[in-house]
T-cell receptor, first 112, second 113 residues
């Protein structure tokens, strides 16, 4: 599976949009981009995923570049509860399950 | 409530002892996974199972064993052969199909003394 590169940490002011970048220059045509987050000492939580089109759900938006070599996760109005480590992962989807490789992620600190 | 449960939350064992971590899901998911997380690091896949009575090694399977006798249960045994077993262990499950998002349990923090 392709590897991803993320900044180790970012700060964001409460109420502002948090834009978390991810590079995945070796992504292959059948690999999806997933985003998860992990709040301290808890299990990771799924946020969103996409193949090539931009995606939006109740938690976030995912913007994938046309060449699919990078993406950005957008939290439109960050709150203190969004402070977490955010993981960008690329992986294939199989008939039953998938294998995801979690890198170091980006530690997002939302400040009042 | 549907979800994944892991027990216990904290576990202490003496060096040289085998220990089994529990993972149960009532989401009717086909696939289940075990990950290990060390402080400040990402998750690493230990074992996964896509169907009952079948499982495959992940990236760091040495010193671990699993079983999948029931769809709902995927226990992980940390054996005495695992050289550095102290870590945070996370279990996850996913359903087959297009989305394949993984749902994680709360984790078990194992400390070997």
């Amino acid at each position: 599976d392709a590897k991803t590169t993320q900044p180790p940490s970012m700060d964001c002011a409460e109420g502002r949009a948090a834009n978390l970048p991810c590079n995945h220059s070796t992504i292959s045509g059948n690999e999806y981009v997933y985003w998860y987050r992990q709040i301290h000492s808890q299990g990771p939580q799924y946020i969103i995923h996409g193949l090539k089109n931009n995606e939006t759900n109740e938690m976030a938006s995912l913007i994938i570049t046309e060449d699919r070599k990078s993406s950005t996760l957008i939290l439109p109005h960050a709150t203190l509860r969004d402070t977490a480590v955010y993981y960008c992962i690329v992986g294939k989807i199989y008939n039953a399950g998938n294998m995801l490789t979690f890198g170091g992620g980006t530690r997002l600190m939302v400040k009042p | 409530d549907g979800g994944i449960t892991q027990s216990p939350k904290y576990l202490f064992r003496k060096e040289g002892q085998n220990v089994t971590l529990s993972c149960e899901q009532n989401l009717n998911h086909d696939a289940m996974y075990w990950y290990r997380q060390d402080p400040g690091q990402g998750l690493r896949l230990i074992y996964y199972s896509q169907i009952v009575n079948d499982f495959q090694k992940g990236d760091i399977a040495e010193g671990y064993s699993v079983s999948r006798e029931k769809k709902e249960s995927f226990p992980l045994t940390v054996t005495s052969a695992q050289k550095n077993p102290t870590a945070f262990y996370l279990c996850a499950s996913s359903m087959s199909g297009n989305r394949n998002e993984q749902f994680f349990g709360p984790g078990t923090r194992l400390t070997v003394l």
